[in-house]
């Protein structure tokens, strides 16, 4: 069989394949002992695609989880500083990676997969999945500011998709984004004149937060995982 390598490199559970089209502009990525390229074809039956000199295998197993990240976990697949990761939550032989992320100041749901197709689609700009927030914030908050939520707000200069937004209490409410831009919740308070104070993701799409507890994991069931994969 012929793929392109950034599918083969998903395939392998090194990353998603937009992630993979990175790793290998940044080199490391050798098919039969020559340096790879974006657009390279693998033929899995005969090529052999080595990462730093470790042979890359088709993880034939998938596995999916919903993982509840406390406060000060960082959320990138590595970390050149050696601080503890949302990855290392989850025992498992298989490489996982984070569908979209949280930072480090954030609590909250995050999925983990090794399924790089499915990491690909969630993450695209085209595919607006919706992700639920519950928000505090240093100063009380109006009407007025969370009819601006809703409505977008400029952030990196340009203006955020509607959202969806209500009331739990003066300083805290919950928000329903359809984007992931960097630090998107934190920079839409700010814009606006709010300071977030606490921000916990709830749900990414069909996946519920639920009572899963702080800092533990969960399988996703096939349920799930199917109504991921559905348009």
Do not use: W
Not at 3 to 27: H, P, V
Not at 125 to 132: F, N, Q, S, T
């Amino acid at each position: 069989m012929e793929l392109r390598i950034n599918k083969y490199m998903a395939l392998c559970g090194l990353a998603s394949r937009r992630k993979s089209d990175e790793i290998l502009l940044s080199g490391g990525v050798r098919i039969n002992g020559r340096p790879a390229k974006p657009g390279d074809i693998v033929n899995t039956e005969k090529d052999t695609v080595t990462y730093k000199d470790m042979q890359l295998t088709p993880d034939n197993k998938l596995e999916y989880y919903a993982v509840n990240k406390p406060l000060g976990v960082i959320s990138s697949a590595k970390d050149e500083f050696g601080r503890k990761n949302v990855v290392d939550m989850v025992k498992t032989d298989h490489r996982l990676f984070p569908i979209g992320r949280l930072d480090r100041n954030s609590t909250g749901l995050i999925i983990l997969t090794n399924d790089g197709d499915l990491a690909l689609k969630l993450t695209h700009p085209r595919y607006h999945l919706p992700k639920v927030y519950e928000v505090t914030t240093e100063e009380p908050v109006s009407d007025e500011q969370l009819e601006k939520l809703s409505s977008g707000v400029s952030v990196y200069h340009e203006k955020t998709m509607p959202a969806e937004t209500e009331r739990l209490d003066y300083n805290f409410f919950k928000i329903t984004i359809f984007q992931g831009l960097k630090r998107q919740i934190r920079e839409m308070c700010k814009s606006i004149g709010l300071t977030v104070q606490t921000l916990n993701r709830t749900e990414i799409g069909p996946i519920k937060l639920g009572n899963l507890k702080t800092g533990s994991s969960r399988p996703l069931s096939k349920e799930e995982v199917t109504m991921l994969k559905s348009d």
